[in-house]
């Protein structure tokens, strides 16, 4: 099944996430590698796709898992939140209907 994983920005991390992004980016590479990965990528804290020093307000990832229990095992272990980028994370079943 599909889960949205969704995590939101600490307040001043910019610098833990540059730090953390290429561990990060590393696991999303595995999930796409195994045919898991729907789509990710970051939320803009302003209305651009390049917000500059206004950073991010956090990601989004939808992706395949076996279970709830997976999704929320898995993004707890992300290197975002080891590194305290992410002051929350919320974890919800998705269904596709578009595309």
Do not use: C, N
């Amino acid at each position: 099944m599909l889960y949205m994983i969704m995590g939101q920005a600490a307040p001043e991390s910019h610098e833990r996430r540059a730090r953390a992004r290429p561990d990060h980016l590393k696991r999303l590479a595995t999930l796409q590698d195994e045919g898991r990965l729907v789509l990710a990528g970051p939320l803009p804290a302003i209305d651009s796709p390049d917000p500059g020093p206004a950073g991010y307000a956090g990601g989004l990832i939808i992706a395949e898992f076996p279970s709830l229990s997976a999704a929320t095992t898995w993004a707890h272990d992300d290197p975002y939140v080891h590194a305290d980028v992410y002051r929350e994370i919320v974890i919800k079943p998705f269904v596709q209907a578009l595309p």
